[in-house]
């Protein structure tokens, strides 16, 4: 089993940039697919990128495609998601996840981690 701390969330401007970061936990972390999630009130939850387990795919979501970049640093069991040209509907809660590639892409993972709030102001 892998355990998910998520950190890197706050308040910046909009045009801003953020860095999430996701440390793991567990020996299973480098065969897991990673991915971000997130969840604005009132909003379903929303799939934002996903990265293989040894980081050559990635996907991304229409919306945060050539802003957001995911990555992985296997040897540190760390999961990134760099923010940029952050823009007001970015608000959200940020949570990761892991599971397998396709799961993962339908929006569907096996673990998740605590949340951290990210909110872009006007």
């Known amino acids: 089993q892998v355990q998910l701390a998520d950190s890197g969330g706050g308040l910046v401007q909009a045009g801003g940039s953020l860095r999430l970061s996701c440390a793991a936990s567990?020996?299973?972390?480098?065969?897991?697919?990673m991915g971000w999630f997130r969840q604005a009130p009132g909003k379903e939850r929303e799939l934002v990128a996903v990265?293989?387990?040894?980081?050559?795919?990635?996907s991304y979501a229409e919306s945060v495609k050539d802003r957001f970049t995911i990555s992985r640093d296997n040897a540190k069991n760390t999961v990134y998601l760099q923010m940029n040209s952050l823009k007001p509907e970015d608000t959200a809660v940020y949570y990761c996840?892991?599971?397998?590639?396709?799961?993962?892409?339908?929006?569907?993972?096996?673990?998740w981690g605590q949340g951290t709030q990210v909110t872009v102001s006007s």
């Open positions: 567990g020996r299973a972390f480098t065969t897991s697919a």
């Open positions: 996840a892991g599971g397998t590639y396709s799961r993962l892409r339908r929006g569907q993972c096996d673990y």
């Open positions: 990265i293989s387990g040894n980081g050559v795919l990635t």
